[in-house]
């Protein structure tokens, strides 16, 4: 029995059981690794602007702290709830580890939708939020960064209420943060950034030659914007784009810098053109080369899978194929290369470790060094991953997870377990 549950927990669950059993991982050692440390679930009331008190439910999923302290976003979405929080944060350990990172995963969350707040309600709930969970996090204990629903002045709120009951300014407690407010250049672009460096690897790999490529992206928010902007700038032709308000595809390619100022206007893709609009679900199975998913969980089931018509899929989102999804895509690896979350999302978690370095030592780079750092750890990676797929003949997914749980196990064995 476990207090955890819901379709994303047993999707990470079941992907962990089909790391352990290719591991042999003694049955006795699998709930320790898989089991998060710590869940902490939380009441938010806030005062409405109209006067009256609403309760939000929020959560902190803390999964091991054995290589360091945790580290994770915090989503703001009515999709929130314990299991999904549980699973992030599994998630989250593999990626940290993969990557070379000294964190364990976490992963944070209110079940509310923010459109529905206005700004000083968002306020005084992210406010809330952080007032709450003072006695579980820390610089050194569990450090938080944005995800779906917040942002960098979410982010700059958490730190000004951690740092108030400290009595100093602690900017170290959460990553993602404005510039102006210790943040670092390139954090913002730097997941969608690190998904269209390690899909133009993998198109020169394929001898696919930039200028001849076509993309399309499942999700407008920052990582898929920031994926669509960069394959725009490199000549990648975007043939298709999405948001939870419409779907827009257009065969010659769209104009992605105007897709932006609209977004930018308007917050949605809707009401940028009805002559492209699609049905979204058609959206997945468009003919492209590079396709990225990043917007929600479990996107790429069985059925979507089978009718894929892509050459690589690059996970902009976290857990976007499911464990069904999988084992058709290893039918056709011949056919599809995966770049699996763990690894093709990499870059935010990877420049969010530089952002809380450069606050520990008060010491600020410029952004071609992040980018330098950050491209040359997602390299490191995927280069590990290659080679063991290779070798063990099993697929990049289970390579790259492969690689984290073995790193997070090694480091439980070495440290043995406390009486």
């Known amino acids: 029995m476990t207090v955890y549950s819901g379709p994303v927990f047993d999707m990470a669950a079941k992907q962990f059981g089909v790391i352990a059993d290719y591991l042999e991982i003694p049955h006795d050692e699998r709930d320790r690794l898989l089991l998060p440390k710590r869940a902490v679930t939380i009441s938010c009331p806030i005062h409405r602007d109209d006067g009256t008190t609403a309760v939000f439910e929020g959560y902190r999923v803390q999964h091991h702290l054995t290589l360091g302290p945790t580290k994770g976003g915090t989503r703001f979405a009515s999709s929130v709830d314990l299991g999904e929080v549980a699973a992030l944060a599994i998630w989250m350990s593999w990626k940290c580890a993969l ?72 900017t170290e407690i959460v990553t993602g943060k404005p510039v102006s407010a210790g943040g670092t250049l390139g954090r913002r672009e730097a997941t969608g950034r690190g998904v269209v460096h390690l899909a133009v690897r993998v198109l020169k790999g394929l001898s696919i030659s ?145 952002e809380w370095v450069q606050d520990l030592q008060q010491l600020f780079w410029e952004e071609e060094e992040v980018m330098r750092r950050e491209y040359q750890i997602l390299d490191r990676a995927f280069d590990q991953m290659v080679i063991r797929a290779r070798r063990d003949k099993v697929p990049n997914r289970t390579a790259a997870m492969a690689i984290g749980v073995e790193k997070v196990r090694g480091a439980k064995m070495t440290r043995g377990l406390f009486p």
């Open 99 to 170: 990557a070379g990172l000294p964190y364990g995963g976490a992963k944070g969350g209110i079940n509310v939708d923010p459109s529905q707040l206005s700004r000083h309600e968002l306020e005084a709930l992210s406010r809330r939020y952080m007032q709450e969970m003072i006695p579980f996090v820390g610089p050194h204990t569990d450090v938080m960064a944005p995800d779906m629903g917040t942002n960098e002045q979410v982010m700059a709120w958490f730190m000004d209420t951690y740092s108030m009951y400290q009595g100093k300014t602690v």
């Open 210 to 354: 930039l200028s001849d490529a076509t993309a399309v992206v499942q999700g407008f928010g920052n990582v898929g914007s920031v994926s669509a902007s960069e394959l725009f700038r490199l000549g990648v032709k975007v043939i298709a784009v999405s948001d939870h308000t419409c779907a827009l595809h257009n065969p010659a390619g769209l104009d992605i810098p105007a897709l932006i100022a609209h977004t930018s206007a308007h917050g949605v893709l809707k009401g940028f053109s009805n002559e492209l609009q699609i049905d979204p679900a058609t959206l997945l199975t468009i003919p492209c080369d590079v396709l990225v998913p990043a917007a929600m969980e479990r996107v790429i089931d069985a059925k979507v899978a089978e009718n894929l018509k892509c050459r690589v899929i690059a996970e902009g989102a976290n857990g976007p194929t499911t464990p069904e999804a999988d084992l058709i895509l290893e039918k056709r690896q011949d056919e599809i290369v995966v770049l699996p979350d763990i690894l093709c999302n990499s870059g935010g978690v990877v420049v969010s470790y530089f």
